[in-house]
C-alpha cells in the first residue's frame, strides 16, 4: 500500500539556519510524483516543491530544495536561511496515477516547524 | 489558492443536521478532488469529480456522505445527520492544467456540537 511518513512531529530552527524534514514513502507504482505543501496557521494549503520519481536531478524553488534518494525512497524538504514566517505545518504528499486518468494525492502526518528569532 | 474557492470557510452544525460544502474550482476547469483533514492528522482523499461524474470515491464513507459536480454551478459535498466524528476541514482541489500540482480551496471547517 502507498504510504507516506514524516516522523518528526515537530522541528525547532534558529532564524536564518537550514533545516531538513524528513519524508519517506512506500510504493509499488513505477512512476509517482512527490510533492511538499505548507500549511500556516490560518488553514491553507501551500504548494511549494515537486519532484517526479523520474527527474534526473533534485527540485529547487527558491529557499525550497528537495533531497529525493530514490534507493532510500526519502524526499526530505530542506529550508535555506529559515525566515519566521516558514514556521508552519509542512506535509509530504506522494501523487498516485490511478487507471483512467484519476490521481489522488497521499500525504503524511505532517511536521510542525517552529522557527526562532 | 489560485483561484479555488470553498463556501462557507466555518460551518456549525449540531448532530443530525445536514452540512452542504460548495467548492468552484479554477475558471474554465472541470475537475475536483475533496479531502479531509482530521485534526492533527494530514488530508485524506475523499472523492475525485469531473462535471456531472464521480471518477473515483474510494475514500468516501459508505454511509452519509455524498458528492457532485453539476453541469452549472459549484461542486457539492453532503454530509447527512452529522456526528460529532465528521468534525474536520475539508479542502477542495484543482488540478493545475499546464503542472501536475493541486491546488487548494481554503478549506471549509466544520464543527459538530
Known amino acids: 500500500a502507498q504510504k507516506i511518513t514524516q516522523t518528526q512531529p515537530g522541528m525547532f530552527v534558529q532564524e536564518k539556519e537550514a533545516v531538513t524534514l524528513d519524508c519517506t514513502y512506500d510504493?509499488?507504482?513505477?512512476?509517482?510524483?512527490l510533492f511538499w505543501y505548507k500549511q500556516p496557521s490560518s488553514g491553507e494549503m501551500i504548494f511549494l516543491i515537486y519532484q517526479g520519481s523520474y527527474d534526473q536531478q533534485n527540485a529547487t524553488e527558491g529557499r525550497y530544495s528537495l533531497n529525493f534518494q530514490k534507493a532510500r525512497k526519502s524526499a526530505n524538504l530542506v529550508i535555506s536561511a529559515s525566515q519566521l514566517g516558514d514556521s508552519a505545518m509542512y506535509f509530504c504528499a506522494m501523487r498516485r496515477l490511478l487507471q483512467g486518468g484519476s490521481e489522488k494525492l497521499v500525504f503524511g502526518k505532517g511536521t510542525k516547524l517552529t522557527v526562532n528569532p | 489558492n489560485a483561484g479555488v474557492m470553498q463556501n462557507p470557510r466555518h460551518l456549525v452544525r449540531r448532530r443530525g443536521q445536514e452540512a452542504r460544502l460548495r467548492c468552484s474550482p479554477m475558471?474554465?476547469?472541470?475537475?475536483v478532488y475533496w479531502y479531509r483533514q482530521l485534526p492533527e492528522e494530514g488530508l485524506k482523499f475523499m472523492v475525485y469529480l469531473q462535471k456531472e461524474n464521480i471518477i473515483d470515491e474510494s475514500g468516501m464513507p459508505k454511509e452519509r456522505f455524498s458528492a457532485e459536480f453539476p453541469k452549472e454551478g459549484p461542486s457539492i459535498l453532503r454530509i447527512q445527520q452529522v456526528v460529532r466524528g465528521d468534525s474536520a476541514a475539508y479542502f477542495c482541489a484543482s488540478p493545475r492544467l499546464a503542472g501536475v500540482e493541486q491546488f487548494f480551496g481554503p478549506g471549509t471547517r466544520l464543527t459538530v456540537l
Open positions: 475558471k474554465g476547469h472541470s475537475h
Open positions: 510504493t509499488s507504482d513505477p512512476s509517482y510524483g
